[in-house]
């Protein structure tokens, strides 16, 4: 087709560009195609050295800018390799537990719904019974908190945290491996959050003062948003690891994943990335998608805070639905199993074709 035709060809020259440097390093770029685990290890220990980096010298356009532009394929991802590649959407209990409850929290619904969605999961998916009850006794303990405050203002300033660490764990739990080169990665993200939080590494003065307009409330904005009532040093302190911790969690969902889900132990070409992406999830909503990007990017040229707010809104469900995927893998009481078979090589484990 024409249209499949225009929209692939500079994925092509991508492809072109990318097979050249792969030859430019030799002996390393044949390693790089073979190996998964090393693929996995030098592209994750790169992301959170560029978070790291990004996350010192322009924390605040990255989290203004960030989630216009990587927002939205993160979320994809997510739905692609939580739901849909497991098959979850099969399940009609699931569905009706589950589905509908993150779909009405995607509306603006929030946390109740989010909590629904977890109860549902301990009801709908199959499991041991004690762990289910254990879910269950937890996520209503968390629920009555609400009689408290009236309000779950503080869990949800809570999981807005959390979530970016919660997508690196669902990695790091994703499937078996066969050596520890994914422990790099990890490591260095410890490290870096470590370093952060203690205030140890500090973001350079000139970086808060580069920012959208006006600066100064830019920064007391986003300060008090994720650091509400704390002092000014820790308030930054927060700021700057969460900017760090959701670059990394982007980078999870758009890289470290799909690349241990390949169907083969080489990578694939940009061109068969999509259309495998369109094959998972079909082209509606993929054009669904590109629609609410382009959307939010132009909305940013207008009224940049208003679009981030809305990108917010829209993907409040989806740290709700990494949370339901935990109890799903808590309830079933052993790790996810890979969709492929794998098989013991040289490179490490690797699916079945």
């Known amino acids: 087709m024409v249209g499949d035709d225009l929209l692939l060809f500079p994925l092509g020259l991508l492809d072109g560009l990318r097979g050249r440097l792969l030859r430019l390093l030799g002996g390393i770029g044949v390693r790089l195609c073979r190996s998964p685990e090393l693929r996995v290890a030098v592209r994750g220990s790169l992301a959170v050295l560029v978070a790291l980096l990004g996350a010192l010298c322009l924390p605040l356009w990255i989290l203004v800018l960030g989630p216009l532009v990587l927002g939205v394929p993160h979320l994809l991802s997510d739905v692609r390799y939580l739901v849909v590649r497991p ?22 619904a929030g946390m109740p719904a989010g909590l629904v969605a977890l109860f549902g999961v301990m009801i709908a998916a199959p499991g041991q019974t004690w762990r289910k009850v254990v879910g269950a006794l937890l996520v209503l303990a968390l ?35 066969h050596g520890r080169l994914h422990l790099w990665p990890l490591g260095l993200y410890l490290l870096c959050g470590a370093l952060l939080l203690a205030g140890w590494l ?26 509400p009532g704390l002092s000014e040093s820790v308030g930054l302190r927060l700021l700057v690891l969460f900017c760090f911790a959701q670059m990394v969690h982007y980078s999870v969902w758009l890289q470290l994943v799909p690349e241990e889900d390949r169907d083969r132990p080489t990578p694939r070409t940009f061109r068969q990335s999509l259309l495998a992406l369109r094959a998972d999830l079909s082209g509606p909503l993929l054009l669904l998608a590109a629609m609410v990007l382009c959307g939010l990017w132009v909305w940013s040229f207008v009224a940049v805070w208003d679009a981030r707010i809305a990108y917010f809104r829209l993907a409040g469900f989806h740290g709700y639905l990494e949370l339901c995927v935990l109890g799903l893998w ?24």
Not at 89 to 96: G, K, T, W
Not at 162 to 173: A, E, Q
Not at 206 to 224: I, K, M, N, T
């Open 87 to 108: 098959g979850h959407q099969r399940s009609l209990r699931l569905v009706i537990w589950v589905g509908l409850p993150l779909v009405v929290c995607g509306l603006g």
């Open 330 to 353: 808590f309830v079933a009481g052993q790790p996810p199993r890979p969709l492929r078979p794998l098989v013991r090589s040289r490179y490490g484990l690797v699916p079945t074709r």
């Open 202 to 227: 500090s973001p350079w003065a000139l970086s808060l003062r580069l920012g959208p307009a006006p600066v100064a409330d830019a920064l007391d904005f986003l300060r008090e948003s994720l650091a």
């Open 143 to 177: 629920a009555a908190t609400w009689f408290v405050e009236h309000s779950f203002y503080v869990h949800e300033l809570l999981l807005a945290h959390l979530h970016n660490p919660i997508g690196v764990l669902l990695w790091f739990l994703w499937r078996p491996r």
